[in-house]
């Protein structure tokens, strides 16, 4: 469990160390940066919840019990990654470039859409990750290249990129939000998780 919450702590620094690099060149430039951190994730074998939700076992077979015990292994992984987020984020303050105006349009893109619509396009980013990382573990990762700058360009929120972005807002305006982001996030999380297992629910 511990080894399991740190690779997930690292997991997430790589996600907002990527997440920081496109904040500071929002085009498909930093779409293309961003690929960093699935990269980082990939070869280092890390948790990422977007990267596990598509692999966790979760027959329709399985007892209830077990099944509760792989949702509840992979709500542990998110939480480490937003701890990591956490971490890259508070480093940002530091930064001499204006990243939380950046991440605060972001964030005001996802609420001036509403929580049910940003699920629904959260779907599409679970199936393309599941998508690269299959790639990349068949010895594939140029496909990492073209997922992770696709699904930026086609606004398919990713729960932990945004995490790392909201936490990036100042706080001023995520405080005077708050209630909207509590109610945004988990869409998020679970829309990432039905993309992610779309093969699966889809061809069993």
Not at 86 to 95: G, N, P
Request: hydrophobic share 50%; proline share 3%.
């Amino acid at each position: 469990m511990q080894q399991t919450f740190r690779s997930s702590v690292l997991s997430g620094i790589a996600v907002g160390i990527a997440g920081w690099g496109y904040l500071a060149c929002t085009n498909i430039i930093g779409a293309v940066l961003f690929s960093f951190g699935l990269l980082t994730v990939v070869h280092y074998k890390l948790k990422l919840y977007t990267g596990t939700a598509g692999f966790v076992a979760l027959r329709y077979d399985d007892g209830r019990s077990r099944w509760l015990k792989a949702i509840g292994e992979l709500l542990f992984v998110l939480f480490g990654n937003i701890v990591g987020c956490m971490l890259v984020s508070l480093l940002t303050r530091m930064s001499p470039m204006d990243l939380g105006a950046s991440a605060q349009a972001i964030l005001e893109g996802r609420l001036a859409i509403g929580p049910l619509r940003a699920g629904l396009l959260a779907i599409g980013c679970g199936f393309i990750m599941t998508t690269v990382v299959t790639f990349a573990r068949e010895g594939k990762p140029l496909a990492l290249l073209f997922g992770v700058p696709l699904f930026i360009n086609c606004g398919f929120p990713h729960c932990l990129a945004d995490a790392f972005y909201y936490m990036t807002v100042p706080v001023s305006y995520t405080a005077s939000h708050l209630l909207d982001v509590a109610v945004l996030y988990p869409c998020l999380v679970i829309g990432n998780f039905v993309g992610c297992n779309l093969y699966r629910f889809i061809i069993r």
